[in-house]
């Protein structure tokens, strides 16, 4: 199988691509501050290469379910199934080998980490006859693989760490290429960042994981300093499905959108003087004496 996925055009216009059959073998991690375009990359790839290979979306923002009606991918909303439930979901997208999207929007941080847990974990043990290739993608990967002990509970955080160590270290015979996105590399489990032969890495504003990210690229101080200037949607790439040398991409678009929005400026409304106040306090005991939803 040789597919190649159009991710986008470098400095001199040419096309750069990603070939699937080797990012299946060499998974990828993606580092950006907020708003360098990861989310848009990551939905990129996965337009790209729709119909082509099962892909598995963990998304702790409910961004990728508009992905649904443009390729059918079918989304699990976390919140509306049990534990249980969640695991037998997982064993049959292996068995099926359906596109889905986990959507964890509705659950509290702590109850995400723990279905993304037990998905990731059902995947990962389904039975040999199901071990069929498919990108498995974790945005905001810090939150499931977070370097440090935080805030989530002993039990969750072993759960969290082995599901996502299991799918970047030893997913491969299995199928699983784990396609992980992180806001900040110093935040990521070391072992699961490591075990990614791909990287694209995008604007980065702390010295710490500019350095991470220049050694990942296998680059100096200097030439480190590319990556603090790199724009939105600007990524450096480099591994055995990107390029042998570091290539400088600008993502291309895409045709979904996500669920964003709103990010622009937005025109205040204009309310004549004291309207505002009384639109704030109008029956505002009669609304605090109802009962809460
Ligand atoms: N390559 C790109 N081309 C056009 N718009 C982009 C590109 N990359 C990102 N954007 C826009 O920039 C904003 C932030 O991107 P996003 O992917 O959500 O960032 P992140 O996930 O890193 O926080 C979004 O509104 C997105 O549509
Ligand atoms: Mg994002």
């Known amino acids: ?25 060499t998974r990828l991690l993606v ?7 990861k989310s848009h990359l990551l939905r990129r790839l996965l337009e790209e290469c729709a119909g082509q290979v099962q892909q598995i979306i963990i998304d702790p923002e409910g ?16 919140s509306a199934y049990s534990p249980r439930e969640i695991e037998e979901l997982a064993a049959r997208v292996r068995q099926h080998r359906a596109s889905v999207v986990l959507a964890l929007d509705e659950l509290e941080v702590e109850a995400q980490i723990r279905c993304a847990a037990l998905f990731l974990t059902a995947l990962f043990d389904a039975p040999r006859e199901h071990w069929y290739p498919a990108l498995v993608v974790v945005d905001e990967a810090q939150m499931f693989a977070p370097a440090a002990a935080g805030e989530m509970n002993d039990e ?10 299991n799918l970047m270290c030893r997913g491969r015979k299995r199928g699983l290429a784990g396609i992980v ?5 110093a935040k990521l489990a070391k072992n699961v960042a490591a075990e990614a032969s791909n990287f694209l890495m995008g604007r980065t504003f702390l010295d710490i994981d500019m350095q991470r990210a220049a050694d990942l690229l296998g680059m100096d101080r200097r030439q480190a300093e590319r990556i603090r200037d790199l724009q939105r949607g600007q990524f450096l790439g480099l591994g055995p499905a990107i390029s042998r040398r570091p290539v400088a991409v600008h ?10 929005g709103g990010q622009g400026l937005i025109p ?20 605090a004496a109802a009962p809460q939803p």
């Open 156 to 165: 969750t955080r072993r759960l969290t760490l082995a599901a996502m160590t």
């Open 181 to 185: 996105a992180t806001q900040r590399l």
């Open 31 to 37: 580092q950006g501050n907020s708003g360098s375009g």
């Open 251 to 260: 993502v291309g678009p895409v045709r979904t959108a996500g669920r964003g």
């Open 1 to 25: 199988m040789t597919a190649h996925i159009d991710i986008g055009r470098g400095p001199e216009g040419q096309a750069i691509g990603i070939d699937l059959a080797e990012l299946l073998a």
């Open 268 to 287: 205040l409304p204009q309310a004549e003087d004291g309207a505002m106040e009384a639109l704030l306090t109008d029956r505002l005991a009669e609304a």
């Open 63 to 78: 961004d990728f379910v508009t992905l649904a009606d443009a390729f059918g991918h079918v989304v699990i909303d976390a």
